[in-house]
């Protein structure tokens, strides 16, 4: 009786075994999808990621829930974009590491959009690879090569943003500031209706300056954001008799675009076909 139970017993404890193994596996949580993808891009099949913020969420907005608070707590490390944005995350007391993808980036103020720019994009990757990599010692071999993969594609998607840099006319007409980091790294200007904040409604003044703004540098397009509420933009361009044109902050990617392939690169990629509208 005792050798059938033994029988029975070392193969379930052998299964336990396996199961505790795959349950132990490392734990990032990233904030929102372009650092999701980003980290995804290094990490590969290496370790699980889970992303909180979902793409119709606002993640200047965004408040995690209690469920994503404790995903967050007993996560090895949380990878989020910057201080001046994902601040819900700072008072998380993970069992791990804290990653600010943009800690090397040299900030525009308290801008956090960062990740809009190629360039800056391009130093998220390499400062999370190197903050993984130290994370997990095992991993670095597989992280930097394939970060190193993923890099190629975004110093392809820099160079062709660069030829920007050579236009005549540099400046464009945004619905909210968000695309400072972006215009700075190509030499480019931007105009924004609203600040930081995309929900704070310029007054009729200020539009009207805006619209003198626009006449003086010739400006016969407004920029609008796909993924926001775009009244603001829609009343100036009215009142400009301009074109409006829709721009992506690349803050999330619904289910549609995933399956359609679109990613954080194919977006900005859009976002350049968009500015060509303009900048000439």
Same mark, same amino acid.
């Given at each position: 009786?005792?050798? #059938?139970?033994? *029988? ?14 795959? $349950?132990? !596996? ?5 904030? &929102?999808?372009?650092?999701?993808? &980003? ?47 994902? !601040? ?32 800056? $994009? ?26 190193? $993969? ?10 062709? &943003? ?16 968000? &695309? ?11 105009? +924004? ?34 993924? *926001? ?10 009142? +400009? ?8 902050? #690349? ?30």
């Amino acid at each position: 009786m005792k050798k #059938v139970l033994l *029988a029975l017993v070392i193969p379930a404890l052998v299964f336990l075994a396996g199961c505790q193994k795959t $349950a132990s !596996k490392p734990e990032v949580v990233t904030t &929102f999808e372009p650092m999701y993808e &980003f980290t995804k891009a290094i990490v590969g099949d290496k370790i699980n990621v889970e992303n909180i913020v979902a793409s119709n969420q606002e993640i200047h907005e965004f408040e995690p829930s209690a469920k994503q608070v404790a995903t967050m707590t007993n996560a090895k490390v949380i990878i989020y974009n910057s201080n001046d944005l994902e !601040k819900w995350v700072l008072p998380i007391k993970n069992k791990g590491i804290k990653v600010e993808a943009s800690a090397t980036v040299d900030k525009i103020k308290d801008d956090p959009h960062t990740w809009i720019s190629p360039k800056e $994009a391009i130093k998220e990757v390499d400062y999370i690879t190197e903050q993984l990599s130290k994370k997990f010692p095992d991993d670095k071999k597989a992280f930097e090569k394939n970060a190193s $993969a993923y890099l190629v594609k975004l110093k392809k998607l820099d160079a062709e &943003f660069d030829t920007l840099k050579d236009a005549k006319q540099k400046t464009f007409i945004t619905q909210h500031e968000a &695309f400072s980091y972006l215009a700075r790294d190509y030499g480019l200007h931007e105009i +924004a209706i609203a600040g930081l904040d995309p929900d704070v409604e310029p007054s009729p003044s200020a539009l009207a300056k805006l619209k003198v703004e626009m006449e003086k540098a010739g400006l016969k397009n407004v920029y609008f954001e796909n993924n *926001a509420n775009s009244k603001i933009a829609e009343t100036l361009a009215k009142s +400009a008799g301009a074109k409006l044109i829709g721009i992506n902050t #690349v803050e999330g990617l619904s289910d549609a675009q995933k399956k359609a392939g679109e990613t954080y690169i194919t977006l900005m990629q859009e976002n350049l076909t968009a500015l060509k509208e303009t900048i000439k």
